[in-house]
């Protein structure tokens, strides 16, 4: 099993829907995180978490809502979404605190609004 | 403002080619380099760089960083078509708890054969 899970790999939704990502790392990790990737665009940080509080958001929108309930979960709740926030959105964690942490990326929820 | 710029964007070479991907930074508090492999799905792990001058390999890719330029190279010999893929460049950013991970463009490859 991979160290970075991530469920569902696809997902459709209407802009009226609420519907949720999950992350789950099996690494140990200490610090997790959200990017969005849309096509011909770096990624974007979206959320960090460290020892389960958030430590940066970057302005995303409120229609983004992370979770965290503690160091191996997290979680991204959608709701009103836009057709611009399709994208493949991933998860990465790492262990804060090491001189050059990486960050270690699970395989992304490609997700397409409606 | 932190960025990270990758050239060239795209690039199309024939199998057996030599090739070199270049990465350059304006960062403050910089950590360290990573070079990442995306193919169809999430990045995969290649290269970090946190010394000047110091060359990383890993089979046929290898990695330097140069601090005074502020920028770093990744090298592919002897190409095949399974190294074809988007190569990111990532620059990490010292900050209060941690750092935080700014990525470049992407190098887009595609090798023929």
């Known amino acids: 099993e991979t160290g970075v899970t991530q469920t569902p790999r696809h997902l459709v939704m209407g802009m009226t829907n609420k519907k949720s990502l999950k992350c789950e790392q099996h690494?140990?990790?200490?610090?997790m995180y959200w990017y969005k990737q849309s096509a011909k665009k770096p990624l974007e940080l979206m959320f960090v978490?460290?020892?389960?509080?958030?430590?940066e958001n970057n302005s995303v929108p409120s229609r983004f809502s992370p979770e965290c309930p503690n160091s191996s979960h997290l979680f991204l709740h959608l709701h009103t979404l836009q057709p611009e926030d399709s994208a493949l959105y991933l998860c990465?964690?790492?262990?804060?605190?090491?001189?050059?942490?990486?960050?270690?990326f699970g395989p992304g929820t490609r997700l397409l609004v409606l | 403002e932190d960025k990270v710029v990758q050239s060239p964007l795209s690039l199309v070479v024939h199998e057996g080619d030599t090739v070199t991907l270049n990465c350059s930074y304006e960062?403050?508090?910089?950590?360290?380099l990573l070079w990442y492999k995306q193919e169809k799905k999430a990045p995969t792990f290649l290269f970090m760089l946190?010394?000047?001058?110091i060359e990383k390999k890993s089979g046929r890719l290898s990695s330097i960083l140069d601090k005074k330029e502020l920028s770093s190279i990744l090298n592919i010999t002897a190409t095949q078509t399974g190294d074809s893929a988007i190569y990111l460049c990532?620059?990490?950013?010292?900050?209060?708890?941690?750092?935080?991970?700014?990525f470049g463009q992407g190098t887009e490859l595609s090798v023929k054969p």
């Open positions: 990465a964690s790492s262990q804060r605190g090491l001189a050059g942490e990486t960050q270690y």
């Open positions: 690494l140990g990790h200490n610090a």
């Open positions: 978490y460290n020892f389960k509080e958030q430590t």
């Open positions: 960062v403050t508090n910089f950590r360290s």
């Open positions: 946190t010394s000047s001058g």
């Open positions: 990532a620059v990490e950013a010292s900050r209060n708890q941690g750092g935080k991970l700014i």
